[in-house]
């Protein structure tokens, strides 16, 4: 597929997309774009969720008997599973398109591949295998702990205002589970503000940034206090009216769905004719320029009203500039009055 038409390549081998991003329709005004977006919305991402949190209801969560019990079993069982999943899925992705390089840099932002660049600032001066342990010896026990927290919860009937069920509160349910993208966006962009700033940055996020072209390992890659308030997001469900099955299609969206923002290629080619979609230029250019798109794809578009978004373009880039210039020299000003007194 010749990817040139859709986006253009640099000098480097870097390729940008035509297209610059856009907030979710509705705050523009652009009600007749309203059936792609919400194509998009579901398929393939949040359905792949959906069905997930489903299958681990039905064959991996016990009954609430035992989840009112803490033991070894069924915690350890759980955990397994996640590390089952997430190696099947992000494995898949990396091996395919990382290893294998089946698409070569087609869709790719950055021409460059992590293996190409071996530095000290990982593990073993591995990116990929940095990632994959960080993401395996902490991010996925800290995720399976959050889980069992609230599973356990569930299973004693605690509960801010009371766990709620589906046959008679199936609305509610349903317009929370549509509601669950927007709680996400909302939160990750709460906590990855708070992680910039300068001293938890330093000693925090990081250990995330460090890899600047993101692969999917990268995308659970975090210092243990960064997955603590990632995976928290979790916790949401036991203020808001709630039931466990949105819990697990929440906490599917926060563990499998990191992978979206750090796939590295704007469409994965499953066919010669047919590319999925893998909206993961918005959280790129994060990557990329580090204090831009502190959110996700604008469907709570809080980086477009406190103004951090950049949607590709140049004007954005431009802004983007002037808004750092002006930080410098507000921090350069306060310096100056700090060594003055």
């Not at 796939?263 to 250019?285: N, Q, V, W």
């Amino acid at each position: 597929m010749d990817d040139l038409q859709y986006g253009t390549r640099d000098k480097r081998g870097n390729w940008t997309p035509n297209t610059p991003l856009e907030i979710a329709p509705f705050w523009l005004g652009k009600f007749n774009r309203m059936g792609t977006f919400l194509v998009d919305y579901f398929w393939p991402w949040n359905a792949f969720h959906m069905a997930t949190s489903l299958l681990y209801w039905v064959f991996v969560i016990p009954d609430a008997q035992t989840l009112a019990t803490l033991s070894w079993g069924w915690p350890l069982y759980l955990l397994a599973v996640n590390m089952a999943g997430i190696f099947a899925i992000y494995g898949a992705i990396e091996l395919v398109y990382y290893t294998r390089r089946k698409q070569g840099t087609r869709f790719k932002y950055n021409a460059r591949f992590p293996s190409e660049n071996p530095s000290g600032i990982f593990w073993f001066k591995s990116q990929n295998l940095d990632n994959f342990l960080r993401s395996f010896l902490i991010g996925i026990p800290i995720w399976t702990a959050i889980e069992v927290l609230v599973l356990w919860c569930y299973g004693n009937g605690i509960h801010a205002f009371g766990w709620v069920d589906w046959q008679d509160n199936w609305l509610w349910l349903g317009m929370l589970t549509l509601l669950v993208p927007a709680i996400h966006e909302i939160h990750f962009f709460c906590i990855h503000r708070l992680i910039h700033t300068r001293f938890l940055y330093k000693h925090v996020h990081s250990v995330h940034h460090n890899s600047i072209n993101p692969s999917p390992w990268s995308s659970l890659s975090m210092h243990w206090i960064e997955h603590t308030l990632y995976f928290g997001e979790i916790l949401w469900h036991l203020l808001i009216p709630s039931n466990p099955i949105v819990m697990m299609f929440n906490s599917h969206a926060v563990g499998y769905g990191a992978i979206n923002g750090h796939i590295g290629f704007d469409k994965l080619e499953i066919t010669d004719a047919r590319t999925l979609d893998s909206h993961a230029y918005a959280h790129h250019l994060h990557h990329k320029y580090f204090e831009v798109n502190y959110g996700a794809d604008g469907l709570v578009p809080l980086d477009k009203w406190l103004g951090t978004w950049h949607d590709g373009t140049k004007e954005a880039h431009e802004k983007m500039k002037a808004r750092l210039r002006e930080k410098r020299e507000r921090l350069k000003a306060r310096n100056s009055r700090m060594s003055a007194e």
